[in-house]
């Protein structure tokens, strides 16, 4: 069973900067794709940034194409989403989620940080 904690969420300007953290535990984090999603009440969850096991693939959500920008460090377990120029319709929960490499889904999230832009 893997456990995923964020942090790093915050209030923030317009045009500013957050980085967001995950830190993995319970499982072998090396062989877990991970990815960060994000919601906000009333809408659907949506992807916005996914990494794969090595950290040798990115993909990302249109709308935060060379704005945000996922990592990992395999050696702590740690996933980061920076998140550069931020917008107000990046308001949100942002949520953690892994999945083995062996499978497709997302199975594992952890409970999600608030991250909230101001005009």
């Known amino acids: 069973q893997v456990q995923l904690v964020e942090s790093g969420g915050g209030l923030v300007q317009a045009g500013g900067s957050l980085r967001l953290s995950c830190a993995a535990s319970?499982?072998?984090?090396?062989?877990?794709?991970m990815g960060w999603f994000r919601q906000v009440p009333g809408k659907e969850r949506e992807f916005v940034a996914g990494i794969s096991w090595s950290g040798g693939s990115t993909s990302y959500a249109d709308s935060v194409k060379a704005r945000f920008t996922i990592s990992r460090n395999n050696a702590k377990n740690t996933v980061y989403l920076q998140m550069d120029s931020l917008k107000p319709e990046d308001t949100a929960i942002y949520y953690c989620a892994a999945r083995h490499l062996l499978v497709s889904d997302y199975n594992y999230w952890g409970q999600g940080t608030q991250v909230t832009v101001s005009s």
């Open positions: 319970g499982g072998t984090f090396s062989t877990y794709a």
